[in-house]
């Protein structure tokens, strides 16, 4: 539900005078579930609704669907006629110098540039500034309150867990015959999903050796999916429990089918866990400090760290993203690689730190959850963080 009071709060506390959010025929899906307008009731013409930072919003809509933001706050004004809905923009912004929109220069962060370019070009013709509404539409829709936060701590319990059944599903079948399909373990780690009331909008990744080296790896299809003794596998796991307005839990560890792990893969699961604690400790030393952090700021910390050891070729994703009701969520992602994250990290929301270094013949991703929560203090999330490739058969 629209919360003008804390709207207004917000473009206080981030020194913008006005939030001018805009919509037509759905382009524009951050605005329209910020003003809780449902999929199935998007309209057919352009609106415009400003909240200013103090003071009464405003609607303009279009005649023919007069009724389009009757359920928000403040006055109407009606359009028939293009040159109507200029004018009527031009009323909207008056006064105001700073104008938030779903908008990124440059197109920096396409998760936030909703707004046409054309739009943008009527409005800044009216003698405002545009800036970004990156960091309200996350202070509004990635920041959780204590009850997802207590959802996130239990259902993280139930995705380490499923790391256990799936190490020790592997070992078993190893030992006792001719190993076991990708697709098998997947299948144990859903139905542990399911046994626990979780629910995922994708099944996990379950990658053997050269398989691991592909970051989005859809698991059952390589060209040789029989993980057996000897063989390398990455595990890429997410869920959350299936209930209203649960959060995510998304984690990724390595393990070798064997008592003992050959240095090759000792040797780069050290760099990425250096790199992943490097994102980490980032993040502590910022919000020790009280200064502001950019997502962008995270990764360049990890990234660093790769490049240095001479494999930042191969780490070709971001270093993580943001985690809420979606696995991928909408607020800051980790990540000056793709896309320039120049939102800040705020409280209350949670992240992913999952550095990888992808070679052709196996590839090692670390990936842990970090919570901060509304008093800035930082958590990781998950179990214990993963120090070592796992010698599956030592351990199971």
């Known amino acids: ?50 909240v200013p930072a103090k003071g009464q919003p405003h609607k303009l809509v279009h005649r023919i669907e007069s009724g389009a933001l009757d359920h928000l706050p403040g006055d109407k004004t009606v359009y028939l006629h293009w040159q109507e809905l200029e004018q009527g923009v031009a009323s909207l912004v008056n006064g105001l110098t700073t ?15 909703r707004v046409d370019a054309g739009t943008v070009e009527l409005v800044r013709d009216q003698g405002v500034e545009i800036v970004s509404s990156g960091d309200l539409v996350q202070r509004f829709e990635a920041t959780w309150d204590d009850e997802q936060w207590q959802m ?33 373990v997947r299948a144990a780690i859903m139905e542990h999903f399911a046994a626990h009331e979780m629910t995922t909008y994708h099944p996990p990744i379950v990658a053997r ?36 307005r649960a959060v995510y839990s998304d984690l990724t560890r390595v393990g070798f089918v064997g008592e003992s792990v050959p240095e090759e893969y000792t040797k780069i699961f050290n760099i990425v866990a250096a790199a992943r604690d490097a994102g980490i400790e980032r993040v502590r030393e910022a919000f020790a400090a009280g200064r502001l952090l950019a997502g962008a700021e995270v990764d360049d910390a990890t990234r660093a760290v790769i ?31 793709e896309t320039r994250e120049e939102r800040r ?3 209350g929301t949670c992240f992913s730190i999952e550095p990888g270094i992808y070679l052709p013949d196996f590839g090692i991703r670390s990936e842990v959850d970090v919570f901060v929560d509304l008093a800035g203090k930082v958590h990781v999330t998950g179990g214990e963080i993963q120090t070592e490739v796992l010698p599956i058969l030592a351990k199971y």
């Open 99 to 113: 104008v938030a929109m779903e908008y990124s220069p440059r197109a920096g962060n396409p998760y936030v540039a």
């Open 1 to 50: 539900m629209f919360d003008l009071k804390a709207v207004q709060s917000a473009l206080q506390e981030f020194g913008i005078d006005g939030w001018l959010l805009y919509d037509f025929r759905g382009s524009n899906p951050l605005a329209c579930r910020m003003l809780g307008i449902a999929d199935d009731d998007v309209g057919t013409r352009r609106w415009f609704y400003v």
């Open 152 to 184: 996130h701590q239990e259902v993280s319990v139930h995705t380490n867990a499923a790391f256990d059944l799936a190490w020790r599903t592997i070992a078993e079948a190893c030992r006792n015959g001719d190993g076991i399909e990708e697709t098998a």
């Open 345 to 347: 990290i705020l409280p």
């Open 209 to 244: 050796g050269p398989n691991s080296g592909l970051p989005h790896y859809e698991t059952g299809e390589g060209d040789e999916t029989l993980i057996r003794t000897g063989e390398f596998v990455l595990i890429d796991l997410w869920a959350k429990f299936d209930r209203p």
């Open 307 to 337: 490049e240095a050891e001479g494999y930042g070729e191969f780490f070709t994703h971001r270093t993580g993203h943001s985690i809420g009701q979606e696995t991928h969520g909408n607020g800051a992602n980790i990540d000056n690689l």
